[in-house]
């Protein structure tokens, strides 16, 4: 019998994929471990390795179908000593195996081998307690069975339970059509097209799983966090010197070599910023504020399919040359669409730079669950006024934006306190 | 006024004076009418003191078994009035403990007999029979209950004790009969056994402990006699004849009569609530068979007037009336998460020897309520720890919802079962399933063990029996 390659799930809270492209054809032979498609989800693509060995014998989902949703079987894949006659015989889907795929993509770095997922009724309850907890309904056990008997959507129950938890009476109380549904769950509706007007010509991009989660997210965060924001100019005369000296004697190749930019000082300066501030590296959450015991700091990375932010782990604990290799390696994954998980997941505070572009200063959106985000505007020659008197120096306008639920204004100023101290006097970040 | 209130509550026993320090957590200015004692019946005449007397009894049987335990303990003996002063001088600390805390909530405390008198207004009636009023907006009775009197049955203090008598032994008697055989009639049972006297058990329906699940009351039963108790049941006391210092009763039984002569009877066939004299004349508050008639909020027909625990009906539990004043009391407040009783949730004890604990439906009972049941046992003999506390008499049995896995019920009997009733109370509070506690990690070696065996066997795969 031809196995069904299933549509894997990238991250626990996937629940389907776009499936962007098929890197073998019908015929191929396939070994297990090779990358045999790429899977776009609303966070990254990244290729899915076949799990048996094998001829790719029918591609039944075509690439560049998006909405794909997890477990469906995207091909069959022939087993030794099967010819294409055998998929005859799996024209009924239900009776071929289903043999998931390993979701693991080629360049997840994964510090123990994954155990292969259990085959049978384990797995399919695992499946389900999953997807329990992605929808965030919480009932009581015998609730959660109750409303599967009766044939109730938990997540259109109101819990009357501690903590809005659903317990039985509610599903009683529902099934008997003693309470109402709550309305389908609220899905944002979105934005509607405009009728077409043939005197305005356009194309339409469409949006990628990636461009929509993206909006979402955004629309979320300037939609429910209370946005302020604090700006704060920086001199940075100290720091080009010091950079070109440093990029002066920077090996011109070999492992050693390093091309410091401004943004890696910007990010070796927030860090340590942090370490000074800790309550600006935050999220918040209803019941308390956490506070991250690491530093971990995103920076933005535009790429063609949008914005994505890589994470600097543990950058306190990095020199300029190491923030600068690793910035430079996760910069061209992101815009290869080739990170993992693993590499933009997490992060507490996030730096956003268009100094490059020259933007003088803007107010950037903050990315959650995080509580910071630093935009970092060009450098360029400014008057000021030193000792009473005009002088120029290069100028490079920061702006934080702060979640006022998890951080005061003073913390955030404290914040900027500290970083701009290192900005313009660069040696004291080797303190 | 001072003597206004938000709540008032009459009775300080376990419904009453929870109800009032709740009360008064929640700010609202709480008044409490108590006429005899703080504590109630549970505290001072039922519960506890009752439990001092059973430790004593635990401990004497453990000296008679010290062989057993490579022990030796030679002329065993016990002092009876000893025995009766550690059991009050236990109920009397805990009322101190009880006064304290009120005190320490700011509730004010009239004693005095309460009586409704008028709306939204009680009066007190002192010992000294000077009297006082107070006005409360909401007025909390419970009066709790007494021992049901059956003619022919009544104590008289001598040689025909109730429960309070039975409590305060001047002498042990050497042979006694119980009439009735709920938790107090065995809990005195068990108590007068183990101390040596005859114990003869008379019960007018088919099974002992009738609130229990069959299988468990029989295991009880079995575990009496081999102690040496006469159990008859589905019998009746027909008459006493009391001579100086004995009683001879006839007790029929199948159609025939038989007579028993014993130094004491006990009379533990119910009790009624305290309803008299509590101003329900010409009120809306309905009674029904001695007791209070109540809705799910413990309220009564009449607006502002609430009853809780004993005197408001079934079960005559003390834990009962504590919840039922909290919720009324919370009711009343509007405080949030506010949800009427689940009687399937409220567990029952029984602390004679070998001790009964059980919570939600019987076996019986749950097929009775067209439940489709998956029923699961683990006996006491194949624990380990039973074992080696050289108590391996009993067993756990679950009842579970073959539908749902919804746990019905649990049902206990065998050593400190009491004491593991409450982990299948907070399972049912939470509405687990069989899966979570078949999922739940039971300490080794514990007889809650035998919680998780009587689970496991329920769907046939208990791992030590």
């Known amino acids: ?431 | 006024m001072t003597n206004s209130f938000d709540i008032a509550v009459v009775g300080g026993g376990p419904g009453g004076y929870v109800a009032a320090i709740r009360a008064a957590q929640l700010g609202l200015k709480t008044a409490l009418v108590e006429r005899e004692h703080l504590g109630g019946i549970c505290l001072n005449w039922g519960c506890i003191p009752t439990k001092a007397l059973l430790r004593t009894a635990e401990v004497y049987r453990l000296m008679n078994h010290a062989k057993e335990f490579g022990l030796s303990c030679k002329d065993v003996s016990f002092d009876a009035a000893a025995i009766v002063k550690r059991s009050r001088a236990v109920a009397s600390q805990l009322s101190n403990g009880v006064k304290h805390l009120l005190k320490k909530n700011k509730v004010t405390v009239f004693d005095g007999h309460g009586k409704l008198a008028g709306k939204g207004r009680l009066r007190v009636t002192k010992a000294d029979k000077t009297m006082e009023e107070i006005a409360a907006k909401h007025i909390i009775l419970a009066t709790g209950a007494r021992a049901r009197v059956l003619p022919g049955l009544e104590p008289d203090g001598k040689l025909v004790w109730s429960y309070k008598e039975a409590m305060v032994p001047a002498a042990m008697p050497k042979s006694v009969l119980v009439v009735g055989s709920g938790a107090i009639g065995i809990e005195f049972a068990s108590f007068y056994r183990t101390l040596g006297a005859e114990t003869t058990v008379v019960e007018v329906l088919p099974q002992i402990l009738p609130a229990e699940d069959e299988e468990i009351a029989a295991l009880a039963r079995k575990a009496f006699e081999k102690q040496g108790m006469k159990i008859l049941t589905a019998a009746t006391v027909k008459g006493l004849n009391k001579s100086a210092n004995a009683v001879t009763a006839t007790v029929e039984q199948g159609g025939k009569t038989h007579e028993i002569t014993v130094e004491r009877v006990i009379s533990a066939v119910g009790i009624v609530g305290n309803v008299e004299d509590l101003g329900l004349e010409g009120t809306a508050v309905k009674v029904e068979k001695t007791h209070v008639v109540i809705d799910e909020w413990c309220r009564t027909g009449e607006a502002g007037v609430y009853a809780i625990g004993d005197l408001a009906g079934a079960p005559w539990l003390a834990h009962k009336a504590s919840h039922e004043g909290i919720m009324c009391v919370e009711k009343i407040a509007g405080a949030a998460g506010v949800h009427p009783i689940d009687t399937s949730r409220i567990p029952g004890c029984t602390y004679c020897h070998p001790q009964i604990a059980s919570v939600g439906l019987t076996e019986k009972a749950a097929k009775a309520k067209g439940h489709e049941v998956r029923v699961g046992r683990f006996p006491f003999i194949g624990n380990g720890k039973a074992i080696a506390l050289g108590e391996a008499e009993g067993l756990v049995k679950t009842v579970f919802d073959a539908k749902t896995g919804e746990m019905l019920g649990a049902h206990m009997v065998g050593a400190e079962v009491t004491e593991l009733i409450q982990g299948f109370s907070i399972a049912k509070t939470l509405e687990t399933t069989e899966a979570e506690l078949m999922h739940t990690v039971f300490p080794h070696p514990t007889l809650s063990e035998m919680m998780h065996e009587a689970t496991l066997a329920a769907y046939g795969r208990a791992i030590h029996f």
Request: charged share 25%.
């Open chain 1, 1 to 431: 019998m031809p196995i069904s390659i299933l549509m894997p799930a990238l991250s626990p809270t996937m629940t389907e994929g776009t499936l962007a492209k098929w890197l073998k054809k019908e015929g191929d032979a396939v070994k297990s471990g090779e990358a045999i498609a790429e899977i776009e989800t609303d966070k990254a693509t990244m290729e899915m390795e076949a799990a048996d060995d094998g001829v790719l014998g029918k591609i039944l989902v075509p690439a560049g179908t998006s909405g794909v949703k997890v477990n469906a079987p995207i091909a069959l894949l022939l087993e030794e000593g099967e010819d294409k006659s055998a998929l005859a015989k799996a024209a009924a889907p239900a009776a071929a195996p289903q043999k998931p795929a390993a979701p693991k993509p080629a360049s997840f770095d994964s510090r123990a081998p994954h155990p292969e997922p259990v085959e049978g009724k384990a797995r399919a309850a695992q499946d389900e307690a999953s997807k329990m907890k992605a929808g965030r309904v919480v009932a009581s056990p015998l609730a959660k069975r109750l409303a599967k008997e009766a044939n109730v959507d938990l997540a259109r129950v109101a819990g009357s339970g501690p903590h809005g938890r659903i317990v039985r009476r509610d599903i009683e109380a529902v099934a008997a059509g003693k309470l109402p549904m709550l309305a389908p769950a609220q899905v944002p509706t979105g934005v509607k097209a405009p009728p077409i007007d043939v005197s305005m010509p356009f194309t339409e991009v469409p949006n990628s799983t990636f461009r929509k989660a993206v909006a979402r997210r955004l629309s979320e965060s300037k939609r429910d966090i209370p946005h302020f924001y604090l700006s704060i100019d920086c001199e940075l005369d100290a720091l080009l010197k010091l950079r070109a000296d440093l990029n002066a004697r920077a090996p011109k190749d070999g492992e050693g070599a390093y091309k410091l930019s401004v943004n890696d000082f910007v990010v070796r300066a927030t860090a340590l910023a942090l370490r000074k501030v800790p309550a600006a590296n935050a999220t918040w959450t209803d019941a308390a504020i956490r506070l991250y015991r690491n530093v971990d700091i995103s920076v933005a990375v535009a790429t063609p399919l949008g914005l994505i932010t890589p994470v600097i782990r543990r950058a306190d604990a990095k020199g300029l040359a190491e923030i600068s290799r690793e910035m430079k390696a996760l910069a061209e994954k992101a815009r290869a669409g080739k990170l993992t998980p693993a590499e933009y997941e997490g992060g507490g505070f996030t730096i956003s730079n268009l100094g490059m572009y020259g933007i003088k200063s803007f107010s950037a959106i903050i990315n959650p669950p995080q509580s910071c985000i630093l935009a970092v505007g060009a450098g360029e020659q400014r008057p000021v006024v030193k000792n009473g008197a005009l002088a120029i120096a290069t100028v490079m306008t920061c702006t934080l934006s702060v979640d006022h639920r998890s951080v005061d204004g003073a913390v955030g100023a404290e914040f900027l306190a500290a970083f701009k101290p290192m900005i313009e006097d660069p040696t004291t970040m080797l303190l």
